[in-house]
């Protein structure tokens, strides 16, 4: 069985800063990408940030220069930086992983979600 496992979620004012964290466990053979997704009321879920294993990252067009998607393969977790907030950030935030839990046996993965709230 693999958990992904988030925390960091909170309530800024806009213009502040969080950091989200994610870590995965169980029986995992080798994680693939790693990212961050969410989901506002009213809305469809979307990509915020995503990392593969070699370092390469993505963004969302919305979140370029403010958020930074890291992570620490040693600890099978992947963090999200989050500054200069804006209310519009305001979400679920979800976590994702392409984990094989064994050679060739790759499968998304989800955390339950932390929430962010950014307001005046």
């Known amino acids: 069985q693999v958990q992904l496992v988030e925390s960091g979620g909170g309530s800024v004012q806009p213009g502040g800063s969080l950091r989200l964290s994610c870590a995965a466990s169980?029986?995992?053979?080798?994680?693939?990408?790693m990212g961050w997704y969410r989901q506002a009321p009213g809305k469809q879920r979307e990509l915020v940030a995503t990392a593969t294993s070699g370092g390469i990252t993505n963004y969302a067009d919305s979140v370029k220069g403010r958020f930074t998607i890291s992570r620490d393969n040693a600890k099978n977790t992947v963090y999200l930086q989050m500054n200069s907030l804006k209310p519009e950030d305001t979400a679920l935030y979800y976590c994702?992983?392409?984990?094989?839990?064994?050679?060739?046996?790759?499968?998304?993965?989800w955390g339950q979600g932390t929430q962010v709230t950014v307001f005046s």
């Open positions: 169980g029986s995992i053979f080798s994680i693939y990408a």
């Open positions: 994702n992983a392409d984990i094989a839990i064994m050679p060739f046996k790759v499968q998304a993965y």
